[in-house]
């Protein structure tokens, strides 16, 4: 009868996983058509999907996979800002949380870049936890991509400026995660680092052809 029992409860918890893994990878699966053909801020052209792909896993490794939702959100968390993507559609498509949670983190983009600031540092202490755990992996993926082997002095100050933006904003989400905290503090000490001793190269020599670009205030 033990032997049974166990069998049954083991099914379940595999049930479980599996609706958790197919709820994330459709998620990826929409982030990456959704952002088809955009390149994130840093890092030369790198695809946007990267970014997206480094939010999601930091927060299955943070939670330890065991918030499907959460994770999804971190594949989805800037569909609604950056392309046509409904909350109503995130919601039919993945549960009335994983909709919210994208919403929560996304800026109004009809503001200015300050302003749309601000408002991420004065909002930040009032999100859900599952919003800041969101915040903390954005800005760490964020900074890492401003750590350039060789940058100008214009992607110096790009990566100063980011840092100081992004502590501001993370200020007011420590204490939910012990992981992502330390994740953090560990990233922006590696950014400050960078920021003076990395080698220098002029801001004239010639870029690289871009892809459009869905970075902003992030």
């Known amino acids: 009868m033990e032997r049974v029992v166990w069998r049954a409860e083991q099914k379940g918890s595999c049930e479980v996983m599996l609706t958790g893994l197919r709820l994330v990878s459709e998620a990826a699966d929409l982030a990456a058509r959704r952002h088809s053909g955009m390149a994130r801020k840093g890092r030369g052209n790198e695809p946007y999907i990267n970014h997206l792909a480094e939010v ?18 971190g594949w989805l968390h800037d569909t609604v800002e950056d392309t046509p993507t409904t909350q109503q559609e995130l919601a039919e498509k993945f549960g009335p949380r994983v909709a919210a949670l994208v919403v929560e983190v996304t800026d109004d983009m009809t503001l200015p870049k300050d302003q749309r600031r601000h408002r991420q540092i004065a909002d930040a202490p009032h999100k859900s936890l599952g919003a800041k755990l969101i915040k903390i992996a954005d800005k ?12 100008t002095q214009g992607e110096r100050d790009d990566l100063c400026d980011y840092v100081a933006f ?50 902003g205030a992030r």
């Open 56 to 73: 999601a896993n930091l927060l299955a490794i943070a939670t330890e996979g065991a918030d499907a939702e959460l994770v999804a959100a």
């Open 140 to 151: 760490i993926s964020n900074i890492r991509a401003r750590i350039l082997p060789r940058p």
């Open 166 to 215: 992004a502590e501001k904003v993370v200020a007011g989400c420590f204490g939910v995660n012990a992981m992502l905290d330390r994740t953090f503090e560990e990233t922006v000490k590696a950014g400050k680092e960078h920021a003076v001793s990395a080698p220098f190269v002029s801001n004239l020599v010639g870029a690289p052809f871009n892809l459009p670009s869905a970075d």
